[in-house]
């Protein structure tokens, strides 16, 4: 059969793995994509450009020229209007297409999902095992038995739902990323994005994670499953062989988990693929052997959420046990190893008090990372957050439909009236002074206190603290940003030129054409995992 997978703004991991079963069970598979500009629904919103660049007809017209049997959507909360409205156009254009819904936002609220009636099968949680089946239930034209982790509709109306069963424990069995899939669209060899495992330890209330974990109806397995280092390391020559790579960013929740498996792992790319890399950890699992490790394999930055700095209220209300020492520690090991680290930090979190952002203001002159990202608290459906903002009046029942709908899940940049505007004001305050610490003389960090910005409306200060951003980045010859202003030309110049009927060059440059095997040899996986555990 023609499957066709529908993304937005940016590569996704799913989408990729997807792909990969799809051709392994024999399908042919394409991609109708939108760069999504001026409103990637992640980092850029400007509503004034965005309808000047807008590219749904352009989506549109590549699934009428594919003409799929299949179409899969995998949205995010951010992204469900867009696809519930391009799966709708393509259902009256292509009557017969099977359309598939699954991802994140899908496992939320997935009656609210099967409501439309354009809409056939559904996922819910982890697909690797249910997309083969619910393709090859398509391709036999077969009612079924009810398929593991998928609901769908009979011609009759009637909704048959399997069973929610436990998640993929060896993920040595799943191919590797189908990263072909992406190569007209996406600048691979610029930061080239895998992971070596999947889920989370820990269970924050803010997090997808925080139900996603709870979705088998029998606990089977472990939630935390990791790539074994043959898996990983098949994945990677691949992709250096393909691509000239510039950058390699693992997405795995927390790269650094398993200490001995990283040991491992590390060696073999230090003395194979010798990329430079970032990653996502967390502060109790870095120590002074991780630091060692992750610089000489080459890791320049690593990302870490911290979100608060108040020990109590992050334990007692978002389920994080971290402690104010133990990002002192983080901080002081990455400095010694000339890592840059990276912290995430959160505005608006239910019932903490703003005098917790004056406590990280005074962590943070005292001792800066290299760079803080600053985020309003989102609402997203299924989670622990939604119960907490219920029960304090921040957001009603009425938003938390609109939020199941994905029409809106960042109330703090919006008129609700249950929000303390005063309180807002303070928040993009201090989203400027944390923006500015890291980049200023130790002198200067100490003076920037709130007062120096309380005469300025609020609407100016969210333009200041954006502005900021850009600048430093740009001027700091930040990768991120870098990167994203080099993806953003591309797409712009790619738009303009197809307006006037030149076809741009893909994003990727392959430099090596030969096939991209998506199934890993056994023997080399045996062979390689005595090899790593040898090396402990």
Same mark, same amino acid.
Request: hydrophobic fraction near 40%; proline fraction near 5%; include cysteine.
């Given at each position: 059969?023609?499957?066709?997978?529908?993304?937005?703004?940016?590569?996704?991991?799913?989408?990729?793995?997807?792909?990969?079963?799809?051709?392994?069970?024999?399908?042919?598979?394409?991609?109708?994509?939108?760069? =999504? *500009?001026?409103?990637?629904?992640?980092?850029?919103?400007?509503?004034?450009?965005?309808?000047?660049?807008?590219?749904?007809?352009?989506?549109?017209?590549?699934?009428?020229?594919?003409?799929?049997?299949?179409?899969?959507?995998?949205?995010?909360?951010?992204?469900?209007?867009?696809?519930?409205?391009?799966?709708?156009?393509?259902?009256?254009?292509?009557?017969?297409?099977?359309?598939?819904?699954?991802?994140?936002?899908?496992?939320?609220?997935?009656?609210?999902?099967?409501?439309?009636?354009?809409?056939?099968?559904?996922?819910?949680?982890?697909?690797?095992?249910?997309?083969?089946?619910?393709?090859?239930?398509?391709?036999?034209?077969?009612?079924?038995?009810?398929?593991?982790?998928?609901?769908?509709?009979?011609?009759?109306?009637?909704?048959?739902?399997?069973?929610?069963?436990?998640?993929?424990? @060896?993920? +040595?069995?799943?191919?590797?990323?189908?990263?072909?899939?992406?190569?007209?669209?996406?600048?691979?060899?610029?930061?080239?994005?895998?992971?070596?495992?999947?889920?989370?330890?820990?269970?924050?209330?803010?997090?997808? @994670? @925080?139900?996603?974990?709870?979705?088998?109806?029998?606990?089977?397995?472990?939630?935390?499953?990791?790539?074994?280092?043959?898996?990983?390391?098949?994945?990677?020559?691949?992709?250096?062989?393909?691509?000239?790579?510039?950058?390699? /960013?693992?997405?795995?929740?927390?790269?650094?988990?398993?200490?001995?498996?990283?040991?491992?792992?590390?060696?073999?790319?230090?003395?194979? #693929? =010798?990329?430079?890399?970032?990653?996502?950890?967390?502060?109790?699992?870095?120590?002074?052997?991780?630091?060692?490790?992750?610089?000489?394999?080459?890791?320049?930055?690593?990302?870490?959420?911290?979100?608060?700095?108040?020990?109590?209220?992050?334990?007692?209300?978002?389920?994080?046990?971290?402690?104010?020492?133990?990002?002192?520690?983080? #901080?002081?090991?990455?400095?010694?190893?000339?890592?840059?680290?990276?912290? +995430?930090?959160?505005?608006?979190?239910?019932?903490?008090?703003? /005098?917790?952002?004056?406590?990280?203001?005074?962590?943070?002159?005292?001792?800066?990372?290299?760079?803080?990202?600053?985020?309003?608290?989102?609402?997203?459906?299924?989670?622990?957050?939604?119960?907490?903002?219920?029960?304090?009046?921040?957001?009603?029942?009425?938003?938390?439909?609109?939020? @199941?709908?994905?029409? +809106?899940?960042?109330?703090?940049?919006?008129?609700?009236?249950?929000?303390?505007?005063?309180?807002?004001?303070?928040?993009?305050?201090?989203?400027?002074?944390?923006?500015?610490?890291?980049?200023?003389?130790?002198?200067?960090?100490?003076?920037?206190?709130?007062?120096?910005? =309380?005469?300025?409306?609020?609407?100016?200060?969210?333009?200041?603290?954006?502005?900021?951003?850009?600048?430093?980045?740009?001027?700091?010859?930040?990768?991120?940003? #870098? *990167?994203?202003?080099?993806?953003?030309?591309?797409?712009?110049?790619?738009?303009?030129?197809?307006?006037?009927?030149?076809?741009?060059?893909?994003?990727?440059?392959?430099?090596?054409?030969?096939?991209? =095997?998506?199934?890993?040899?056994?023997?080399?996986?045996?062979?390689?995992?005595?090899?790593?555990?040898?090396?402990?």
């Amino acid at each position: 059969m023609r499957i066709t997978f529908v993304a937005l703004g940016m590569e996704q991991m799913g989408v990729s793995l997807l792909s990969a079963i799809a051709k392994r069970e024999g399908h042919k598979v394409s991609l109708a994509f939108s760069p =999504a *500009l001026f409103n990637d629904r992640s980092h850029l919103n400007v509503p004034f450009l965005a309808p000047f660049f807008d590219d749904r007809r352009d989506v549109m017209e590549v699934i009428r020229k594919q003409m799929p049997d299949v179409l899969v959507f995998s949205p995010l909360t951010a992204t469900y209007q867009w696809m519930l409205r391009v799966a709708e156009e393509a259902k009256k254009i292509l009557p017969a297409v099977k359309v598939l819904f699954g991802g994140v936002h899908t496992s939320a609220v997935p009656d609210r999902v099967l409501e439309r009636p354009y809409i056939d099968y559904i996922c819910v949680g982890e697909g690797d095992v249910a997309f083969a089946m619910i393709l090859r239930s398509i391709e036999r034209a077969e009612a079924g038995a009810p398929i593991p982790n998928t609901r769908y509709r009979r011609k009759d109306g009637r909704i048959i739902a399997g069973p929610q069963t436990g998640f993929v424990q @060896n993920l +040595d069995a799943l191919p590797i990323f189908d990263k072909t899939l992406w190569e007209e669209h996406i600048p691979l060899g610029d930061s080239y994005i895998t992971m070596t495992a999947r889920g989370c330890p820990y269970r924050c209330t803010f997090c997808f @994670n @925080n139900f996603f974990a709870q979705l088998p109806q029998e606990s089977v397995g472990k939630y935390v499953r990791r790539r074994s280092v043959g898996h990983m390391m098949y994945e990677l020559r691949l992709a250096k062989r393909r691509y000239k790579l510039n950058m390699i /960013e693992f997405f795995d929740d927390v790269f650094t988990l398993d200490k001995k498996w990283l040991k491992g792992f590390l060696d073999y790319y230090r003395n194979e #693929i =010798a990329v430079p890399f970032q990653c996502f950890t967390h502060v109790n699992y870095v120590d002074e052997d991780i630091g060692r490790w992750l610089s000489e394999a080459g890791c320049f930055s690593t990302q870490i959420g911290v979100q608060s700095l108040d020990d109590e209220y992050k334990r007692k209300q978002v389920q994080r046990h971290e402690r104010v020492c133990d990002i002192e520690r983080t #901080i002081k090991v990455m400095k010694k190893y000339k890592i840059r680290v990276k912290f +995430d930090h959160m505005f608006a979190l239910p019932g903490e008090n703003i /005098e917790a952002q004056e406590t990280a203001r005074r962590f943070y002159a005292a001792l800066p990372p290299d760079n803080i990202q600053t985020y309003w608290t989102n609402y997203f459906p299924g989670t622990e957050l939604i119960q907490q903002g219920l029960a304090q009046g921040l957001i009603t029942e009425e938003d938390v439909a609109r939020i @199941n709908e994905g029409l +809106d899940c960042d109330i703090y940049s919006h008129s609700n009236c249950n929000v303390d505007r005063g309180k807002i004001k303070a928040y993009h305050i201090y989203q400027i002074i944390f923006k500015l610490i890291p980049h200023v003389p130790p002198a200067i960090r100490q003076r920037l206190h709130p007062r120096l910005f =309380a005469w300025l409306p609020a609407r100016v200060c969210a333009w200041i603290s954006l502005l900021a951003d850009i600048f430093i980045g740009l001027i700091k010859f930040s990768p991120d940003h #870098i *990167l994203y202003a080099r993806y953003y030309l591309y797409h712009i110049r790619r738009f303009l030129l197809k307006r006037l009927g030149i076809r741009a060059r893909p994003a990727t440059r392959v430099t090596d054409t030969r096939p991209w =095997a998506i199934d890993v040899p056994q023997a080399s996986l045996v062979k390689e995992e005595i090899c790593a555990a040898g090396s402990m």
